[in-house]
């Protein structure tokens, strides 16, 4: 497998990450050498193996359904780029 | 004072021999003169830490002081730390000051009395096994200062290499613990998936990710998970166990100990210095009563790649918060929503860290997420299998931590997967979940060699006896580098 430019493009925009055409050149020749190492695994007959996700074959906690936290928002905000009022600003989506 | 183990550090506050303020000034002093050159800290504050200190010296004053009261140590800068600037080593929270402590800030600190020494550099989001992609500048190695530390918690294994700091903690998602002690003459243990809380722990593959400790000695790390370790409800895969005392077996003998050696750790792709220096500690272990027995791990060339997926996968969601709304940098100048979330995160991640969330984004995209993601976790399970299988035959497995010794800066930086391949023999670890540590054995071209020794699930405790008496028989971990008195 290799990758092409406009494919590495592709998965900058997919990762919301902007690249410059010259960017995308040497990003295209590192993914396509990491690609090849991750190709090994191909080789590998996995028929019938339960994939695994997590360390511990263990469920998922759940706790109960009461208020835990204490409000912290204004330290929270603190440390945001630009709020107002208690809202995160960005760029406006909706005209 | 600075070379002395964690229990005579105590001793010697307990005996008042010293106070936590004059002992952790020391070592301030020693941050100030020598960190410049190292640049193992990235975030030191004097004030916070006398205060700290001068906490702990009154909790031992009124005899309420806890064994590591008073004991100053550097932290990883992974670990959220109310009031102290925390950046995981990148652009993106380079000005981000936590609002809440990690759970083991919290048990470090406020439960055990111990004293921050500061924020420890390393790998951006821990993805590095060199340190050199911090955005904070690269570590040097204190045993050769052309050389890497290894990372991704270089910063850490710097610091106590140079004594900065009596210990420190870390992180290890594929050697990030072991791979650095190893290449700085430290002790490091990896505990089992699930053992530290990892809430307030910044997250990079959090399948793999695990907190542990690094110091001089088993015995200090011992004393230092003591603290560490524990169920914690805001971690949802913190596992729910009875407390332990890791150090209580630490003198245990090693008679009838089975030691497992993998073949696949033994053959081609460890330099020889370092495959010496690693038979010689096998020797020294049958001299303490422990035999050898060959077990293999079949699958074990197979975890670098599948690491290349799963951890890039999990990165990939993880590191989606950075987006420039909530807290870190966001780029000065910006069109609509999207153009700012792309340039922010094109202006505050490195290179590294981008090609990780990108190999990410690939794999678990549509049309490729089972030949990759799924393939991978088929793997993974092959991987745990053949320790699940090994471990019937022997009670620990023993290697080496990394196939060569400290490499030089810029030597590996220029090539992703050359990098990478510096932790073939830790990886596995992670991706089955399992204890692992790193210990000095000794050197090869004056340079320190790391044995590795992996235990089965929630052994931890045999693994720090296994390390503590070969450290009682070898002098290895007491080696210093050249000009650190």
């Known amino acids: 497998m290799s990758l092409t430019t406009e494919q590495v493009k592709r998965i900058a925009h997919l990762a919301r990450i902007e690249v410059s055409e010259s960017e995308a050149l040497t990003t295209q020749g590192h993914l396509n050498g990491i690609f090849e190492l991750i190709e090994q695994m191909q080789a590998v007959d996995t028929t019938g193996v339960e994939p695994m996700a997590h360390a511990q074959d263990v469920s998922q906690r759940l706790r109960t359904d009461a208020v835990s936290e204490t409000d912290r928002r204004a330290a929270y905000q603190a440390v945001a780029p630009e709020t107002e009022a208690g809202l995160y600003l960005v760029p406006k989506v909706i005209e | ?485």
Request: proline content about 5%; overall charge negative.
């Open chain 2, 1 to 485: 004072m600075i070379h002395k183990s964690l229990k005579q550090l105590s001793q010697a506050l307990a005996a008042k021999e010293i106070s936590s303020v004059e002992l952790s000034t020391l070592f301030l002093d020693r941050i100030e003169r020598l960190n410049p050159e190292i640049n193992a800290f990235v975030t030191v504050d004097r004030e916070k830490t006398l205060k700290m200190a001068a906490a702990a010296d009154a909790r031992i004053a009124a005899g309420s002081a806890g064994p590591l009261t008073g004991i100053p140590i550097a932290q990883k800068d992974i670990f959220c730390a109310e009031g102290w600037r925390t950046t995981c080593g990148s652009k993106i929270l380079a000005n981000f000051v936590a609002p809440y402590d990690a759970t083991v800030i919290e048990k470090m600190h406020r439960d055990a009395g111990m004293v921050s020494l500061g924020k420890t550099n390393m790998d951006e989001f821990a993805m590095g096994s060199s340190n050199e992609t911090s955005f904070f500048g690269p570590v040097k190695n204190p045993w050769d200062r052309a050389r890497v530390p290894g990372g991704s918690s270089g910063g850490s294994a710097a610091a106590i290499a140079a004594r900065l700091a009596p210990a420190a903690t870390g992180t290890d998602t594929g050697g990030s613990i072991r791979q650095p002690a190893a290449l700085c003459n430290l002790t490091g243990l990896k505990p089992t998936y699930g053992v530290v809380s990892r809430y307030g722990m910044i997250a990079y593959a959090s399948s793999l990710d695990q907190g542990g400790p690094m110091g001089a000695s088993a015995e200090d790390c011992a004393l230092l998970l003591n603290t560490m370790a524990g169920f914690d409800p805001r971690d949802s895969t913190s596992l729910e166990r009875p407390a332990e005392d890791y150090a209580r077996d630490l003198d245990k003998p090693l008679a009838g100990l089975r030691i497992g050696l993998p073949k696949e750790f033994f053959g081609e792709g460890c330099d020889a210095a370092v495959m010496a220096a690693v038979q010689d500690a096998i020797a020294e272990y049958r001299r303490l009563g422990a035999s050898t027995v060959e077990v293999s791990l079949p699958n074990s060339h197979l975890s670098v790649p599948a690491y290349y997926v799963i951890a890039p996968a999990e990165a990939s969601s993880n590191l989606s918060r950075f987006d420039g709304v909530r807290y870190g940098y966001r780029a000065p100048d910006y069109g609509n929503l999207d153009d700012m979330y792309m340039k922010t995160r094109a202006q505050g991640f490195g290179d590294e860290v981008k090609r990780r969330i990108m190999i990410g984004a690939y794999v678990l995209s549509h049309g490729y997420y089972d030949a990759y993601y799924l393939q991978a976790q088929r793997i993974r399970r092959l991987i745990a299998n053949d320790f699940v299988a090994a471990f019937e035959s022997c009670d620990v497995i023993l290697g080496p931590t990394s196939p060569t010794t400290a490499f030089k800066l810029g030597e590996k930086s220029a090539d992703p997967v050359q990098m990478y391949l510096s932790d073939i023999y830790t990886i596995a670890v992670n991706l089955a979940g399992l204890p692992g540590m790193a210990l000095p054995c000794g050197f090869a071209g004056g340079l320190p060699v790391g044995l590795q020794l992996i235990g089965n699930y929630f052994d931890e405790a045999r693994l720090l006896n296994v390390a503590h008496r070969y450290q009682q028989a070898t002098d290895w971990h007491q080696r210093r580098p050249e000009g650190i008195e």
